[in-house]
């Protein structure tokens, strides 16, 4: 049923507890576990922020040491806690990240989408958005969004 899992992390808590799920389930099914960072652009944000510029070689060094954080969160969260499973592939793009994640379900052709979600309600959810939500809205195929145990949903 779910032979291509697609487990996505920004490498929050509610990642990190999403991915039990996403590996249990690759594991039942017997399937392939794609674990995707989106990465945004941080440094070009910062630098707009700031009105500073950047040099291409500073800017490079700045990918260089996010990328090195990315490599070691992934494997200090996930590749550490796989226990024996090997049919993983990890993958890393670059962009928006609800667009992204949809564009690498379609190319893996993904059977499901795992994903944690912060839950945001209100003007949080205005202001910010949902990955999670453009991603349900958007997808080729099913998503499972997993949110923190104890978070209590009130009711407006």
């Not at 999403?18 to 945004?40: D, E, M, P, Q």
């Not at 990328?67 to 592939?89: H, N, V």
């Amino acid at each position: 049923m779910f032979q291509k899992i697609l487990f996505c992390t920004d490498f929050s808590e509610n990642a990190h507890w999403a991915f039990t799920y996403a590996l249990n389930l690759a594991k039942t099914y017997r399937g392939t576990l794609f674990i995707l960072h989106v990465k945004s652009d941080p440094a070009l944000a910062r630098a707009d922020m700031l009105g500073a510029y950047i040099s291409q070689e500073t800017l490079l060094q700045i990918e260089a040491a996010e990328d090195e954080e990315a490599k070691r969160e992934i494997t200090t969260q996930y590749l550490q806690r796989m226990e024996g499973f090997d049919a993983y592939k990890v993958l890393s793009r670059k962009g928006v990240a609800f667009y992204e994640i949809i564009k690498t379900a379609k190319e893996e052709s993904a059977d499901l989408i795992v994903m944690g979600t912060h839950g945001r309600t209100g003007l949080d959810h205005i202001l910010f958005g949902s990955t999670a939500e453009k991603v349900v809205r958007k997808s080729p195929c099913p998503v499972l969004t997993i949110r923190l145990p104890g978070k209590r949903f009130e009711m407006p």
